[in-house]
């Protein structure tokens, strides 16, 4: 069955770093784009970042540009979100997502459980 796990989320002071990683387990992902979602409290989930099945291409939700940077790992099946310059506004559970679509901005059928970043002010 397929399974993506993610890690790497915590506390943070604002202009601080996290860096979450994906695992992907019980199938391979590597011809899906996969990307990240988050959502805060309250709040819908929405879009932060994809990356093509080769990583050649990858897209960014704007409140992030310039700040995250997507990459994947396909002989490892893991996908990294590396967080800097974190505000307090970037405060959620994160969620991994993988499919066909997602570079399109299509979501994957498939996700993780999350995992919760705090960014203090």
């Known amino acids: 069955q397929a399974q993506l796990v993610e890690s790497g989320g915590g506390l943070v002071q604002a202009g601080g770093s996290l860096r979450l990683s994906c695992a992907a387990s019980?199938?391979?992902?590597?011809?899906?784009?996969m990307g990240w979602f988050r959502q805060a409290p309250g709040e819908e989930r929405e879009f932060v970042a994809a990356?093509?099945?080769?990583?050649?291409?990858?897209d960014y939700a704007d409140s992030v540009k310039g700040r995250f940077t997507i990459s994947r790992d396909n002989a490892k099946n893991t996908v990294d979100l590396q967080m800097n310059s974190l505000k307090p506004e970037d405060t959620g559970v994160y969620y991994c997502?993988?499919?066909?679509?997602?570079?399109?901005?299509?979501?994957?059928?498939?996700w993780g459980q999350g995992t919760q970043v705090t960014v203090s002010s």
């Open positions: 997502n993988a499919g066909l679509g997602l570079i399109l901005g299509v979501e994957g059928p498939y």
């Open positions: 019980g199938r391979t992902f590597s011809t899906n784009a």
């Open positions: 990356i093509s099945w080769g990583g050649a291409v990858t």
